[in-house]
């Protein structure tokens, strides 16, 4: 059995099977220096849980010299909280109550720290099978346990912060559509009495009324479309920030949409004798990545306020120029006065018209800030100064592309030789339903590899109906962005006509995501096609089509 005295007594006894083996002294020293330098702490106690026998190790790693330690209770260096624990502990295993195993500790340093032990208990029993005490060995595992406790804070934190952004994000999105529902509702709750006062008033111009009347009406006419206007941006900016405003992005000739717009504004610069120059250049022949209705709609907000924020027989200067080779800027310069400095910062805030209210000119203070929105979601950017000379200069860029012409000729390599009318072919009509024209030009030139086929060609919804009812088509080709009805209302259109129920319809947009895709194939299209165009894949599914309605003939 092992002594109770401490390491500078007697060793425990030496087996028998030892005896005579080597040289007992020898053992001895043997012994006690594993017992000192043990990489692990190492304690021995008595049936009333006195220390009796402590390593250097162990009194290294608590601070505790071993004359402190050897005749004291273990539990005495034991955390205050688990003292009592530790006691009972004892008792239980002396007794037999409880089968030694493997627990952990937090054991007080001399220098007020503490260390996490993980302790592995064995009984002490006498030559007559009684126990007599308990030795342990004790691993430090306070770092690995602290660095549990980190990973396991982390993982709750991480666990808190998801919890909390999915209820924030469900907040959002409740708070979204409450706003939604009540900028509908409200837009049918003002919209409708604006009808009936804009409806009667107009009623009331066209009638004999002496000069004041006609004065008081024409202000009920002006206010009634004052409000209108109102009503419809802020509408557009929420349905912006509630992430419901599709865009249709594709490639954009420039000067198309420049001179578009001009020739809407011109009536309203020679009421005030404004010259509008376009200084036009070869950049203007280039292509952009952006929605033609929605940069039209930017186009038209910059240069009206050229104009009615500009001085009488004025100038408005549209010019552009190329940046880095990747970015097209186009320029609207005015002559008024300018822009105050400091209010240069405020211009694209909601509502702000930075005193233009006092001067007469009509405005809501939200034309800036959609354009704003609407031009990043385009992928491009909006800015304004002041020239050196007179007036100020708003600017926009957006993302140059190639020539929807060029990528085609770039992979006519690639696609399908001309196919020559069989003589079982009939000349095919396809009806095409697009307002970009530069879309219809390279449907256009594609279709001139397939001779058989003619293409007719809408640039608004209602005409394409007209024109599928006239000339009765065997495909339509249908964008979804249109600038009288929506794609989708051409559809609809289109399956209620019972000539027209059965035609193949494929659509091309720009509008690929999956939720549009799925229900528009639910509605009984051929195919959705993404632009930029696949134009392989768009042949093989044109002669495909086509060549089917000639078998089955």
Not at 84 to 107: L, N, Q, T
Not at 411 to 423: D, G, K, Y
Not at 526 to 552: A, E, V, W
Request: glycine fraction near 6%.
């Amino acid at each position: 059995m092992l002594p109770t005295s401490t390491p500078s007594g007697p060793l425990p006894t030496v087996p028998n099977d030892l005896i005579g083996s080597r040289n007992t002294a020898e053992f001895d020293s043997a012994y006690r220096e594993l017992f000192e330098l043990a990489p692990v702490a190492y304690h021995e106690i008595d049936a009333a849980g006195i220390l009796r026998r402590v390593n250097q190790t162990e009194c290294r790693m608590l601070g505790y010299t071993r004359e402190e330690m050897v005749g004291k209770p273990v539990w005495q260096f034991v955390a205050a909280d688990q003292q009592e624990e530790s006691r009972a502990a004892v008792r239980r295993k002396v007794s037999g109550e409880e089968p030694p195993a493997p627990f952990e500790r937090d054991f007080l340093r001399r220098d007020g720290g503490y260390l996490i032990l993980e302790i592995y208990d064995s009984l002490i029993y006498n030559r007559a099978g009684q126990v007599t005490g308990i030795r342990s060995v004790l691993l430090d595992v306070t770092d690995r346990r602290l660095a549990e406790q980190l990973l396991a804070n982390e993982v709750t934190e991480r666990e808190r912060l998801t919890v909390a952004l999915r209820r924030s994000k469900e907040e959002a999105e409740k708070a979204n559509r409450a706003k939604s529902e009540f900028l509908s509702r409200m837009s049918h709750e003002l919209r409708t009495p604006l009808n009936a006062i804009l409806g009667f008033a107009q009623l009331l111009e066209m009638s004999a009324l002496d000069r004041d009347k006609r004065e008081a009406v024409a202000q009920i006419l002006k206010a009634g479309q004052h409000l209108l206007g109102l009503i419809n941006e802020v509408l557009e900016i929420s349905r912006i920030e509630a992430g419901r405003l599709s865009l249709s992005p594709e490639p954009v000739l420039v000067s198309s949409a420049i001179q578009e717009t001009l020739d809407l504004l011109t009536p309203m610069a020679v009421r005030r004798n404004i010259l509008l120059r376009d200084e036009g250049g070869t950049e203007r022949r280039r292509y952009v990545m952006a929605d033609q209705q929605r940069l039209k709609q930017v186009l038209l907000n910059l240069i009206s306020n050229a104009i009615k924020y500009n001085s009488d027989d004025g100038t408005v200067t549209i010019a552009s120029e190329e940046i880095d080779g990747s970015r097209l800027k186009i320029k609207v310069r005015d002559t008024g006065p300018g822009i105050k400095p400091e209010s240069l910062p405020k211009l694209f805030t909601p509502f702000e018209r930075l005193g233009a209210e006092q001067t007469g000119v009509e405005g809501t203070g939200l034309g800036l800030a959609l354009s704003k929105r609407l031009l990043e979601m385009m992928g491009g950017s909006i800015g304004a100064e002041n020239n050196p000379d007179r007036g100020a200069t708003f600017w926009m860029e957006l993302p140059l592309v190639q020539d929807p012409v060029t990528q085609l000729q770039a992979a006519m390599p690639a696609v399908a030789a001309p196919v020559r009318p069989s003589q079982q072919q009939r000349q095919r009509i396809v009806l095409y339903v697009e307002d970009n024209l530069s879309n219809i030009t390279l449907i256009e030139h594609i279709i001139v590899h397939r001779p058989h086929v003619k293409l007719v060609a809408a640039m608004q919804g209602r005409l394409g109906l007209d024109l599928a009812r006239e000339h009765r088509p065997d495909l339509i080709l249908l964008d979804l962005h249109l600038p009288d009805i929506s794609g989708e209302d051409v559809l609809h259109g289109l399956r209620q006509e019972p000539a027209l129920q059965n035609t193949p319809i494929i659509v091309i947009s720009a509008d690929a995501t999956r939720g549009r895709i799925e229900r528009l194939q639910s509605m009984g299209v051929l195919d959705y096609l993404p632009k930029p165009l696949d134009i392989k894949r768009f042949l093989q599914l044109l002669d495909t089509c086509l060549s089917g309605m000639d078998n089955s003939k």
